[in-house]
């Protein structure tokens, strides 16, 4: 679809993003297109192929376009906006040069902080979007697994307990202990038989030992 | 200009969400099979994002089942295949047959035993209604939302959500109604592909088109299961609540602003 008021193209088979007719503002999907353009070549290609030369529509559920302010009450699937990525890189790779204390906050804690109290969402997702492509410094990983753990609330439960979970399965034994620190924050007695599943695969006794502390408090809170 | 009959939208895209408890293992690919009885097209995995999507030919669209950490989608959207000259590319086709035959699906899931428990219900629709030209469907607009918009306007989407207090009785405090209304244009275009590079030329006038985007949902920050015995009935709510929208608009009474 071209535009009107809702830009959708069918010569662009992107994100069927909306943008304003008259924005001057980039579009809000450059780099995921770019980074399908394999895909979308093949799109075109098969769009030259058919008689008419339109482009089949191209679907796909987990990257709706972002918006500046996405509503609050909304379910659809978010894409992650490249420029919190970026944000999130610079942070973790920023902290890097720092030394964390056990309970006590840093320069790289109070910015992650404040990254989530502004965008908490669309940060976690940014998150774990970095994550998921990046290791990271491990040190750096654990701090932030065990403050996102204790930031917001049901809403962001899911997302927060998909950072641990995956931080539990690291190949650093401090982003583990980070993970486990972080379950112990988020003390949810559901988290109990993840632990123990962990248990099982865990090779270091210190590490094993505080699984088994975790696990007893959650336990007892059942 | 008046309101159209509620037969009159085409449905580009319906989606149902289930939100579970973060500790459910609930990835089963074989649902999709299952539920169409037939074998799905195309499977992939995404190890990294741990995302897998499962998808198929499905009464005339494209059903997608789609599993991240946090969340189950069924979608159905506009096959790929020859262009029907009578419905936009990006159609399913017409709002009423679709909804009923996605709905008889998702109720169906909905009731299986080895579905997990649901914290949030989500039922999602993009419905499009063809408009003569830019006016035309701005002059519709106002049929639809409590603003006298101006068919000189241009860039113009409105977007509301009007909570409905409706499953109190079932500890869900009440419904989010979430809609978004715009216009927009629709053209094609023709394609050639050379060794010299791909070339794009417009074709024909564009197709004007009213947009609803619909998203009723339970709320976020509920922190109980949803009783599995309800999950039927409340997909039901969720989808008379978007009917509902689609054929009043939120100019109605009952969603005025207050």
New interface residues.
Partial sequence: MSNTDFNETALSPGDKAIQAESSTALPQDTIETSRRRAKWLAALVLGAAISTGQVPPFTHPYGRRREEFPAESSTLAAGVDPVLLQNVKDLFEKGASEFFHDGMDSNFSRSLLSLLGSRAADALSAIAEYLSGNEGNPEVVSEALRWVAEFGGPDTLPKRWSILRRGLKSRFPVVRDGAILGFAALDDPRAHSLLLEARESEQIRELQLLIERVAARLEHRR | MAKFPIEEWQAQ?L?L?V?P???AEHRQPEWWQRMTGTEPSESTTDR????S?VSGEFGGG?L?L?F????I?W?L??A????NPVIS??DIGPMIQSVDQFSALAERWLAEQDIPEVV?L?F?AVLTHPETD?RA?YMRLRDYVPIPVDPDW????F?V?VRAPRMAAHGIPYL?R?S?W????????????SPQG?A?A??GA?Q?GL?LEL?V?T?????GTIPRELLADLYRELAAASRAIASDGVAHEQYRLQ
């Fill in positions: 895209q989606r969400t939100f408890p973060p500790n990294k994002r741990n995302t999507l494209n997608t789609g991240s950490p946090e969340r989608d979608y959207t506009a790929e295949g020859p262009i590319i990006e949030r989500a999602g830019h469907g241009r860039d113009f989407v977007q959500n989010n979430l978004r715009s216009v927009g244009a629709r053209s094609s275009g023709r394609l050639s592909v791909i794009v417009g074709t564009p004007y947009r998203d949902n709320p976020a920050d509920s922190a």
